[in-house]
């Protein structure tokens, strides 16, 4: 039997992966992983849904420094 659990995230959660698995700080300086609205990423998603992954993550980059 398998469980899914924290599915889904609240709306308003920002998601960014945890500091102490980042392998340099420069990287989060960069903005390599970009902190981000759940709520924004689903709204981009749905948006590009059928297309390519690499665009969804462009999009992401966009938004975060935006």
Do not use: H, W
């Not at 960014?16 to 998603?45: R, T």
């Amino acid at each position: 039997m398998s469980i899914a659990s924290f599915y889904n995230p609240g709306s308003d959660a920002v998601i960014y992966p945890a500091p102490a698995l980042l392998e340099k700080e420069e990287e989060e300086k960069k903005g390599l992983y970009p902190k981000f609205v759940f709520e924004d990423y689903m709204k981009l998603y749905a948006l590009l849904k059928f297309q390519a992954k690499e665009r969804r993550f462009e999009g992401m980059k966009a938004i975060a420094t935006a």
